[in-house]
């Protein structure tokens, strides 16, 4: 059963150049329980694909296409019938928990606000929800009272509340937004695992964003890379990581430091893509990593990319893929 369908999604946004495509065209596809990754450097269209599913974009923007959710359309709902789905079927673990959160508002509060919004219980019925949320991603109130604010607890700690906060109508999907930003190694694989098992135990599909390869390969089944707002590449993950088809995609593993790999010397440098991702105002016809790409060709300058089936339902956009098979 297909849980999210995304159908030529193109989204606008008002700019002091006039109005530009942030997101070209994209289709997306996942089945529930699925768990979906999304990578690429900053400023590539990402957070803002997520945005527009959850229904966050900025109000000088606009979109057109299909957002389909059990085959509803997302974008003919109202603002009133999207406050419905948002925190109920669709949920978003975000980057910074200390900016999401609230820092007026107890845990307890913030956490039992969806609960009341959407699930319509009583005053003890969410109490005891809340107190099992919290266990549930190890924050048992014993030791983490629900009158707590955000400011009290530690990094992590904040992103266990937001992970709370998300699961706590026990959406068909979550979106997790770069979740282990900003902390420490051995507190993001404690994130991962929590929220691998939350999303394991209840069966609801997972769009894990990040620009990290390492947590896509550990978290997903299926990757998407994105660049300027367009796909570059998809597929099962373990057959793009193995068999990267894109420039791009090859180019973002090549950047990842390897164990034994001296670096002292500049033969040994790390290797870093050339340049850099282009103002969305500044993005060249064709395609638009074709600068920036030690494999392009005259048409790449030009037109826009062709989709080439790698095998396996692995695609990539470009005039010259690199063929790994």
Known sequence: MTLLNIQNLTVTIDTVHGPINIIEQIDLSMAAGAKLGIVGESGCGKSITALAIIGLLPDKSSLS????????????????????????????????????????QTIGNQIAESLI?????????????????????????????????PHQLSGGQRQR??????????????????????????????????????????GMGLIMISHDLGVIAQTTETVVVMYTGNLFETGPTVEVFKHMAHPYTDGLFSAIPRPGISLNSKRDRLYTIPGQVPEIHLRPEGCSFADRCHRALDPCRTQAPPVVDMGKNHVAWCFNPLDRN
């Open 65 to 104: 296409g299909k957002i389909l959710l059990n085959g509803e359309n997302l974008l003919a709902f109202t603002p009133e019938e999207m406050c419905r789905v948002r925190g109920n079927r669709v949920a978003m673990i975000f980057q910074e928990p200390m900016t999401a959160l609230n820092p007026v």
């Open 117 to 149: 919004l959407h699930l319509k219980l009583g005053k003890k019925d969410i109490r005891d929800r809340v107190r099992q949320l919290m266990e549930n991603v190890g924050l048992p109130v014993r030791r983490f009272p629900l009158d707590l604010y």
């Open 161 to 202: 509340v937001m992970i709370a906060m998300a699961i706590a109508c026990e959406p068909d999907l979550l979106i997790a937004d770069e979740p282990t930003t900003a902390l420490d190694v051995t507190v993001q694989e404690q994130i991962l695992d929590l929220i691998l098992d939350l999303v394991d135990q209840s």
